[in-house]
């Protein structure tokens, strides 16, 4: 019961998510072993794309996530759904991660920012 209830909640928030909202939060990223998983957009996860998971934006929405700490930013696409730590908001792939300079870090402080959304 309780899964039907997270899920009607995660469809009710992304509908009444604007395109304009942010999130702040901590971001890690898919280790290397990771390369080549499926993801459950059933895309198979490339750690040299940009690519990230998110808990509710949809598969195909373009987020970009700026580091608070360097202020640099990468946008990437939503394919796969995470991260389920607690305080984590988005597992980046290795490259994405590269980018931010956070691959050392393990973790860094982010905003998060939907650039587009995916077209229903």
Do not use: W
């Not at 072993?33 to 509710?56: E, F, I, P, Y």
């Not at 607690?86 to 980018?99: C, K, N, V």
Request: aromatic fraction near 6%; hydrophobic fraction near 40%.
């Amino acid at each position: 019961m309780s899964f039907i209830r997270h899920l009607i909640t995660c469809i009710l928030m992304l509908h009444l998510l604007p395109l304009s909202a942010q999130q702040r939060g901590y971001a890690t990223y898919y280790g290397k072993k990771h390369h080549g998983a499926k993801t459950a957009s059933g895309a198979r996860l490339d750690n040299n794309a940009m690519v990230c998971a998110h808990k509710t934006y949809p598969f195909g929405t373009i987020l970009q996530v700026r580091d608070l700490k360097t202020g640099k930013s990468v946008n990437v696409k939503v394919i796969d759904r995470g991260p389920f730590v607690r305080g984590l908001i988005i597992d980046l792939s290795y490259r994405a991660a590269q980018e931010l300079g956070i691959i050392t870090r393990g973790k860094a402080q982010v905003e998060v920012t939907p650039v587009k959304k995916k077209k229903e």
